[in-house]
Structures are given as C-alpha cells and as structure tokens.
C-alpha cells in the first residue's frame, strides 16, 4: 500500500458499515480519503476518531446526494478545486428495499436503480475523467458488488436488487474492456460479499426485526473489516495484476 500513500480515495456510503470501515482503514494506510454520505455527523465523528488514532491519512467528510446527478458532479468539482482529483474511486454505496417484482412499490425500485446503479456509473464516469485529465494511468474504480449479483436467490423480496447488482457485474466487466480499448492501466474491480453484518439487513427488515436478527444469527457472517480487507489486498496487487472480480462467502453460507 505505500504507493498509495498521500493519494485521494473517493468511498461512496462512507458513514456507516462496509464504506465506513473502509475509509478507516484506507486512512491508517496514509491516504486522504473523501468520504461521502447524505449526512455528516457520522463521517466527522469518524474523521476525528482517524485523527484522534494518529493515522497518517486523512478523512475528509463530503456531503452528497447520490441520486441527485447535480449533486454528484458537484462533489467532484470540489475534490478537484481542494485535493486535484481522484486517484481511487470505491462505488460502495447501496441500498436494498423489500420490494417484490409481483407487487413493488414503482418509488422503491427507481431508488435502489439511482443509488445502486446509476450513481456507481456516473461517479466511475467522473473518476475516470478526473484521472484522465491528470495524466493518472495506475487509478483503480472498485464497485462493491453482492453475491445478487451472480446468483437469483429464490426470495421475492430481493428480486429487484438482485437486478441492481447484475447490472454492476456487467458494468464492472465493461468498464475493465473500456478501459483496456483506451490503452489505459487504470483497473477496475468488483467485490461480491456474501452476508456481511452491518445494519443492512436491519434497515431491509425495518418492519421485522425478527428477521434482520435471523440473518445474522444462523451463520457465522463476514464483518465489514473482512470486505475493507479485500480492499486494501486489492489496491495491493502489483500495477499489472487486475483483480477483476472477488467473491467473498461466509464458510456457512449455502448460496
């Protein structure tokens, strides 16, 4: 990780869970880290715990709504007038609503489209371009991706999401060929975690907290650290090697 260090990560959701673990430990390794989320109060509480830890990097806390495309362009306008630009771009953000494809809400399914989908394609748009513009031929775009997206588990509601997330895998393994076509090393890598223990489940099951504990209690799941380790091991790889795709499974997970 030291060629990293001093350079700029975008993490998408960085203020809960998976993002905000992985702007942590992205910071402990030296790098400055724009951590964006619709709220603050939880990345800069985060940011003072980094600085409070004596890490060499960084966080520096953004707000931005990431379905408004406005807003997304806004943000990287800043982190270009403050920081330059942006050398690694980590689409963590997502969102899941229980919305059946029978019977789905019409707002439900647009707004896991504008977070899961659109927002990821529109920030690896404008890193890619912040890259290109700067001369940066050794960038990498990461897309947090999900186990849905390489398998339709028989459950309704997550059928819809499960679509978001096969998008990702083809825009993942598109964006590798664009990128390979403009004679660019920039990599591009997806990382597809099987359950992992956040408050995912917690926020999906909103009306049955029952549920949200079942997830969790009848595995062993993956924590947020293991997938901002997959993270850093990718970031890691040799300039030449390109970790397409990672898929990380709790030992106990059937599917």
Request: charged share 20%.
């Amino acid at each position: 990780m030291d060629r990293w260090k001093g350079r700029v990560a975008l993490v998408t959701g960085a203020s809960v869970g998976i993002g905000a673990t992985i702007a942590k430990e992205l910071v402990r390794y030296g790098m400055t880290v724009v951590g964006c989320a619709r709220s603050l109060d939880k990345i800069q509480a985060l940011a003072a715990e980094c600085k409070s830890a004596g890490h060499s990097g960084v966080l520096i806390p953004m707000k931005c709504d990431l379905t408004n495309a406005e807003d997304i362009q806004s943000m990287f306008a800043a982190i270009k007038a403050q920081h330059k630009g942006v050398d690694v771009c980590i689409n963590n953000a997502g969102l899941a609503h229980p919305e059946s494809l029978l019977s789905g809400k019409s707002s439900a399914w647009k707004n896991m489209l504008d977070v899961n989908v659109m927002a990821l394609s529109i920030c690896t748009r404008e890193a890619y371009q912040s890259m290109k513009e700067r001369n940066i031929d050794d960038g990498h775009i990461i897309n947090l991706n999900s186990i849905c997206g390489h398998i339709v588990i028989n459950s309704g509601d997550i059928h819809f999401y499960t679509a978001t997330k096969y998008a990702v895998s083809a825009l993942t393994e598109g964006l590798r060929q664009e990128l390979r076509e403009a004679k660019t090393h920039i990599r591009a890598t997806s990382i597809s975690p099987g359950i992992v223990e956040t408050e995912f489940a917690h926020r999906f099951y909103s009306e049955s907290p029952d549920k949200a504990s079942a997830t969790y209690s009848q595995l062993k799941p993956l924590e947020a650290i293991d997938v901002a380790n997959a993270v850093v091991y990718v970031l890691s790889a040799p300039p030449h090697v390109q970790i397409a795709e990672m898929l990380l499974r709790p030992v106990e997970q059937q599917a």
